[in-house]
């Protein structure tokens, strides 16, 4: 049985927010994650360490994500990883047509070949584990929904004690 | 002086009649020695006495072939010769010899009188008429009383073929009888000169026209014996008839057709011609105008003289104003309406520009529409990541709380707030660019403009090691532009400059800014030595929202500044090279920039 640990996956996004949050997502339920913000950067991580699989984005400056996947296939080794793109370009008509060439040429590997964003985490986990055959135990899932955080956030808040609340609320005032 | 009493009177007579007679005269005896000649013998071929005759008629050293005056020493019959020998000047002279015998009391012909007329004078008219006859380019020929040609020219044989012996409506027209009227019949009949038109057949069957003039050949006689035809070809006059025509029809309907206006001045600026569509531009009748100088409540007096140049073309664009008031907006072609030899004047084609005003505002106005449009439908691509980063905000929140960890709520809230106020920003720019703000301008010089936005960026510049240059001239004109929109433009070119330098590998890197003006053209230009852009960027730079900078650029700004150049009636144009660098380049042309709303002093 594959396990999260052994696998390393590459995550490559120019928008740092998305970084930590796939990132954080990943690392959450075991896997070793590996960054890029941009085509140039993924090239010299994946040359210092093949991941396991690539999660792209597909506009970047300094080369786009298709012109990664392009160089990726152009390697014998590195075509064989699989990997997915995450993009908000999906029905764009600018990045249509280069989607469906992806789509169209028959060299990917895995079932679904573009997420798009927004993405939520488990959904994002829980293909990326699918695609590397690891199986996740229920504990491994993070759920986020905005109703049932703010019923959590309700909740605590109930049961918390109004000392460490007033001590919450310091260190976020701290912060800004 | 001798008179009839005395005796020698008849001798000294005879004498006188022998030199004055006006012929030449020589005595040949039978060896063909001259023995004597008379003066005028002398005069025109030298003195002959003593020597042989076939040396002083012809220059010959041996006795002619066929000589007559040898038949007549056998004979003793009279000869009439033409003949061909040489003057003592050496020159040809063509003579009739008229050979007598003298008789002895034996009956013997020891002498014989060679009496000669000079016809050289006659000969060379002879021939003179001959070549003229034969030479002159019209047809000649000439016809007896019962029609048939006995004598025809050199033109008349090439064009019509053989003729001599011929009837001449067998050769003139190819026909087997007679024509009705023909005028050679006429001068037979009357004996005077007439003329006709006529249609005849060439020997290779071609059609030809020809003037023909019938004339009796002999003045006087009745009845005229011979008639001589002198014809001209009017061939080529009838074909270049028919083109003219062709050519001056073709030229009034274009005229009358055109959709231009046309207005046609002879030298002296007086109207000559007004087409229907300038008639129905100006809205006045040709009657009206022809004739005059064009008055100036029509075409103001400035842009008229502008329009008329001494020599050239040229083309200009401006008002005129029709009878009933209106002020058209029309660019005008004047061309002189000359050549090397021949000057009529001047013309005009006036080009109502009305309609591609209007599409000009039409276009300006969809593509507004159509950016905003696009708008909506890009929306997506911003909102899209934003909606990440809050999803990544919250979820880092939410495993935060739930497993305690509180680096994650200060982390996951940071993200939230960043993204929230993306959102914001992205809206106002959003709703800046459709607004269309209205174009406010005033008076002020480009260099103040440039260096106003130079000195903005000078320190950002300085802290990332990127050298920035500023190359204008202060004293370049003030022209009118919306300050704060060119403003926004200069910042935005200068911002993407910059950040192409950021993004370059390069270590140092230089931006310039320059403004200039060439042709009564305004130009800015800002130059980087940055990342340069390639293929698939420069057909894109210009898309809504398309950033090369991440999340970084909005992806409005190159169209905003294109919005902004193209409502001063301006261009935008890009040189880009990858790894080298790129060139923006406002062009403003003074003539399309808008009129100043208020009369300010230039700032």
């Known amino acids: 049985m594959n396990k999260p640990q052994d696998k390393t996956i590459l995550v490559v996004d120019d928008e740092p927010d998305v970084i930590t949050f796939l990132q954080t997502a990943l690392e959450d339920v075991g896997y070793n994650v590996m960054t890029a913000s941009n085509g140039d950067e993924a090239l010299e991580c994946i040359k210092q360490h093949q991941p396991d699989f690539i999660s792209i984005d597909l506009v970047m400056p300094r080369k786009s994500g298709i012109r990664l996947i392009h160089e990726l296939r152009r390697n014998k080794d590195w075509a064989k990883i699989p990997f997915i793109v995450v993009t908000g370009h999906a029905r764009d008509e600018h990045y249509r047509h280069s989607l469906d060439d992806i789509i169209a040429d028959k060299q990917f590997s895995g079932t679904k070949i573009y997420l798009e964003k927004p993405v939520k985490a488990h959904e994002f986990v829980n293909h990326v584990s699918a695609e590397l055959g690891v199986t996740l135990t229920v504990e491994n899932l993070a759920e986020t929904n905005l109703k049932s955080m703010k019923n959590e956030i309700e909740g605590m808040i109930d049961a918390t004690d109004p000392e460490t609340l007033k001590q919450v609320l310091d260190l976020l005032k701290k912060k800004q | ?603």
């Open chain 2, 1 to 603: 002086m001798l008179t009839k009493a005395d005796k020698n009177w008849q001798q000294w007579l005879y004498t006188r009649l022998f030199e004055n007679v006006p012929c030449n005269i020589s005595i040949i005896d039978r060896d063909f020695i001259i023995v004597e000649n008379n003066r005028n013998f002398l005069d025109l071929f030298g003195d002959g006495r003593g020597k042989k005759c076939y040396q002083i008629y012809k220059r010959r050293s041996s006795p002619c072939p066929e000589c007559a005056a040898m038949k007549t020493f056998q004979d003793g019959k009279t000869r009439v010769n033409e003949e061909v020998g040489v003057d003592r000047m050496g020159r040809t002279a063509y003579y009739i010899v008229h050979l007598s015998p003298i008789y002895d009391e034996n009956g013997d012909i020891p002498y014989i009188v060679e009496m000669s007329t000079d016809i050289s004078e006659t000969k060379r008219l002879q021939r003179e008429y001959q070549v003229l006859f034969e030479r002159v380019p019209c047809y000649i020929a000439v016809l007896n009383r019962k029609l048939g040609i006995v004598r025809a020219n050199e033109h008349f044989r090439k064009t019509f073929g053989d003729a001599i012996g011929k009837q001449c409506y067998e050769v003139y027209k190819k026909k087997g009888e007679k024509c009705v009227s023909c005028p050679a019949e006429l001068t037979f009949r009357d004996g005077k000169v007439h003329t006709a038109y006529q249609e005849g057949t060439t020997a290779d069957g071609q059609k030809t026209y020809y003037m023909v003039t019938t004339s009796p050949l002999t003045r006087d006689e009745d009845p005229v014996t011979n008639v001589i035809e002198i014809s001209l070809d009017v061939t080529e006059l009838r074909q270049l008839e028919a083109e003219l025509q062709q050519s001056h029809l073709f030229r009034q309907k274009i005229i009358e057709h055109s959709a231009y206006g046309l207005l046609a001045f002879d030298t002296r600026g007086a109207l000559f011609l007004i087409n229907p569509a300038a008639e129905d531009l100006f809205k006045i009748k040709a009657e009206d105008l022809i004739g005059q100088l064009l008055p100036a409540s029509l075409i103001p007096e400035k842009f008229l003289t502008a329009l008329m140049p001494e020599h050239g073309t040229v083309t200009l664009e401006g008002e005129l104003t029709t009878q009933d008031g209106e002020v058209v907006p029309v660019s005008i072609a004047s061309f002189g309406l000359e050549s090397e030899h021949i000057h009529i004047g001047r013309a005009f084609f006036i080009h109502d520009l009305r309609a591609r005003k209007k599409l000009e505002k039409d276009k300006i106005d969809a593509e507004r529409l159509a950016a905003v449009g696009q708008t909506v439908a890009s929306l997506a691509h911003g909102i899209k990541n934003i909606l990440m980063g809050l999803e990544g905000g919250m979820y880092i929140m939410s495993t935060g709380l739930h497993g305690g960890k509180t680096e994650r709520l200060h982390q996951g809230w940071e993200i939230l707030e960043r993204n929230i106020g993306k959102i914001s920003n992205l809206a106002k720019n959003l709703l800046n660019f459709s607004k269309g703000r209205k174009v406010n301008p005033t008076l002020i010089k480009p260099h103040i403009l440039l260096r106003d936005v130079f000195d903005l960026f000078q320190q950002a510049a300085e802290q990332e090691n990127i050298i920035l240059s500023l190359e204008s001239a202060e004293d370049l004109p003030a022209v009118a532009f919306d300050q704060e929109e060119l403003h926004t433009c200069l910042v935005n070119l200068v911002s993407n400059a910059i950040d192409a330098c950021k993004m370059s590998v390069k270590t140092d890197c230089t931006v310039v800014l320059k403004c200039y003006n060439k042709d009564r053209t305004v130009y800015f230009e800002i130059c980087d030595q940055g990342c340069g852009m390639d293929y698939e960027v420069k057909q894109k730079v210009f898309t809504n929202f398309f950033t090369t900078k991440g999340t970084e650029g909005t992806g409005l700004g190159l169209l905003t500044t294109r919005k902004i150049v193209q409502e001063h009636g301006g261009t935008i144009e890009f040189e880009s090279i990858p790894g080298q660098g790129s060139c923006f380049r406002l062009v403003f042309p003074e003539d399309n920039l808008p009129v100043p709303t208020h009369d300010n002093e230039p700032a």
